[in-house]
């Protein structure tokens, strides 16, 4: 046999063995198909109903100041004003405890600032601050109406030992003796 008739009879039975296996599956008209009928969704879980107690609003809670005087200092500081010439010192405040980081009382983060001055005057408080924040220190101003007095502080910090050495270099650099207090915002 030549090679053009191998070629032929062989393409003859590949078409004839697919007839014979496609044919069948096309041609089936019994509507039958295999369907899974197995669920695979699990079954409904147990869920019971619980009753709970209703939160209890504890007594000793504190409310936080009014907004017109949160930034306000508390009216039991000592006041510290500043000298007007650079001979006369002001009065020092001196903790010799230095407490740890940590939360306050009130479940909050304790924090120091440092009272660089108290003024009577307000620019002579703000040049006082901007000379500070011009350092690069995070000054800030509060006023207290009740007393007519403006205090500049340097802070929050919540180590107490920074802010301290915070203190030795503004105390030298402006000439002042500061008091460092516990920050109430």
Do not use: C
Not at 55 to 73: L, S, V
């Amino acid at each position: 046999m030549n090679d053009g008739l191998k070629q032929r009879v062989v393409g003859a039975f590949v078409l004839a063995a697919l007839a014979i296996i496609f044919l069948p599956m096309l041609f089936d008209f019994s509507g039958e198909r295999y369907i899974d009928r197995n669920s695979y969704i699990p079954s409904r879980p147990d869920i019971s109903s619980r009753p709970f107690e209703e939160p209890a609003r504890p007594d000793n809670i504190q409310y936080p100041k009014p907004a017109e005087r949160i930034f306000q200092p508390d009216d039991s500081e000592p006041l510290v004003e500043q000298p007007e010439s650079d001979t006369e010192e002001p009065a020092v405040a001196v903790e010799e405890t230095t407490p740890a980081p940590g939360l306050n009382e009130q479940g909050m983060l304790a924090a120091w600032v440092i009272q660089v001055g108290a003024f009577s005057d307000k620019q002579r408080a703000a040049k006082l601050e901007q000379s500070l924040l011009a350092d690069g220190y995070k000054a800030y101003l509060r006023e207290n109406p009740s007393r007519g007095l403006f205090f500049v502080y340097v802070g929050p910090d919540a180590d107490k030992q920074t802010l301290q050495r915070v203190q030795k270099k503004v105390d030298s650099k402006y000439r002042l003796k500061s008091k460092i207090l516990s920050f109430e915002p």
